[in-house]
């Protein structure tokens, strides 16, 4: 990869980590503000949810009064039932919530692009289930 092409990921929010000289990728990290977009853009695009300010900073989506999760910044918050909650933990998709780790609430970090996509599929499983 160029250093023009390099320079043009960073202003989209994308950094690439190479391992070696060949540029092989061991990671595309992307920047708060790009994965805090990237959720947005796909969530807000969803029949009937809204988007707020979080009460304690950061990105709130809501279907009608019901909190689908939001984001701050680096990571996200979502709610979820008990068993819900220790099969995402178990399979490694989310962590205990940060705060209150007792919870039905899970944390899922946003610093690379796959880990984004992560977090727009449980805000999907969120959604799914209170759309049915």
Do not use: C
């Amino acid at each position: 990869m160029n250093s023009e092409e390099n320079a043009t990921k960073m202003q989209a929010g994308i950094l690439t980590v190479a391992v070696n000289d060949d540029q092989k990728l061991l990671a595309e990290k992307i920047t708060p503000q790009y994965a805090n977009e990237a959720v947005t853009r796909e969530v807000s695009s969803w029949e009937g949810v809204s988007v707020h300010n979080h009460r304690f900073g950061g990105v709130e989506f809501r279907l009608g009064r019901r909190e689908l999760g939001h984001l701050h910044g680096t990571f996200a918050d979502l709610p979820f039932r008990r068993d819900v909650h220790d099969e995402l933990v178990a399979s490694g998709r989310a962590k205990p919530h940060h705060i209150l780790p007792d919870s039905g609430w899970v944390t899922a970090p946003m610093r690379s692009r796959a880990e984004a996509e992560n977090v727009i599929s449980l805000l999907r499983q969120n959604y799914e289930r209170r759309v049915d």
